[in-house]
């Protein structure tokens, strides 16, 4: 792939970012490690006069599941136009996972993600990030696309639109009081921590200049569940803290195929030590299955 079409994917370029985005040598810590154009995240079918429409799929990838894939071919509602662009973002730094042995590199994990990708087509890329809560990611995302896209908020007070994709569990986590704990000396029940993550929850969904523009769109698990994702006067609901984001319609449901929606990362790794080929293979993407048997990974 030549510059003008855009980046190729390097294992040892990748490598090397990692190191280099872990080290917060990049401001934003974010780094495409592949993409389809030079000029990505524009689209030559998107307006001018509209802002850019990009979903955003942030996981682990450990390894790339059908059910990551059923997520990326999210179709918006028929009053919105399709995505101008997609990302698959991997986090080099996570607050709840930390690398295992046996577990695929990061490395690894970027090139099962390209293959991804380039199957997948639709403007989508590849990228790094050093951020390990979704805030931050909103942050830096919004603050690399507006360097790559060449504006300021002040010029273009709406140039972008970032959709995230994700899983249940991945929401319960978002709208954990346990992440925003403003200093060690406040726990995930003070008043304190309630006000900090509505504050830093209100910034990642609100338009600029004040705020970055981001919307979450989750999997249900079960598509029978909403609209009663929250139980009133529900306590101990995990969602109770997205009640009000969900009325507004920041945070919506999707369904994808009931059997893409059985599919984990964690089943297919297990699968894969057992020996079990007939039974992970059908999980996973044809081009991340033969990965995984060309670099016989999850075998221990």
Not at 172 to 190: D, H
């Amino acid at each position: 792939m030549s510059a003008e079409t855009g980046i190729a994917f390097s294992r040892t370029v990748a490598s090397s970012l990692i190191s280099q985005v872990q080290s917060r040598l990049f401001s934003p810590p974010v780094h495409l490690v592949f993409s389809p154009t030079a000029t990505w995240p524009s689209n030559p079918r998107s307006s001018q006069s509209t802002p850019l429409r990009i979903s955003i799929l942030d996981s682990s990838f450990n390894p790339p599941t059908r059910a990551h894939v059923a997520l990326l071919k999210y179709n918006k509602p028929s009053s919105l136009r399709e995505y101008d662009a997609k990302l698959l973002l991997l986090s080099v730094r996570n607050p709840d996972k930390t690398l295992k042995p046996g577990d695929a590199t990061f490395v690894q994990r970027l090139a099962m993600m390209t293959a991804i990708a380039k199957d997948l087509g639709d403007n989508t890329a590849v990228a790094i990030i050093d951020e390990p809560l979704f805030f931050g990611k909103g942050k830096s995302l919004a603050e690399f696309l507006r360097k790559r896209l060449g504006t300021s908020n002040a010029e273009t007070p709406k140039l972008f639109v970032l959709d995230f994709l994700l899983g249940m569990d991945t929401l319960e986590r978002v709208v954990s009081p346990k992440y925003y704990i403003p200093n060690p000396s406040l726990t995930a029940s003070s008043p304190e921590t309630a006000a900090a993550m509505r504050s830093a929850l209100l910034t990642f969904v609100s338009s600029p200049p004040d705020g970055h523009n981001c919307r979450i769109i989750c999997a249900r698990r079960d598509p029978h569940s909403y609209p009663q994702l929250v139980v009133e006067d529900d306590q101990s609901s995990p969602l109770m803290h997205a009640e009000d984001f969900i009325a507004s319609g920041h945070i919506t449901m999707m369904d994808i195929g009931s059997t893409e929606q059985t599919f984990s990362s964690s089943q297919v790794r297990k699968l894969v030590a057992s020996g079990a080929a007939s039974e992970w293979e059908k999980m996973v993407p044809e081009s991340v299955a033969k990965f995984i048997h060309d670099e016989t990974l999850y075998r221990s």
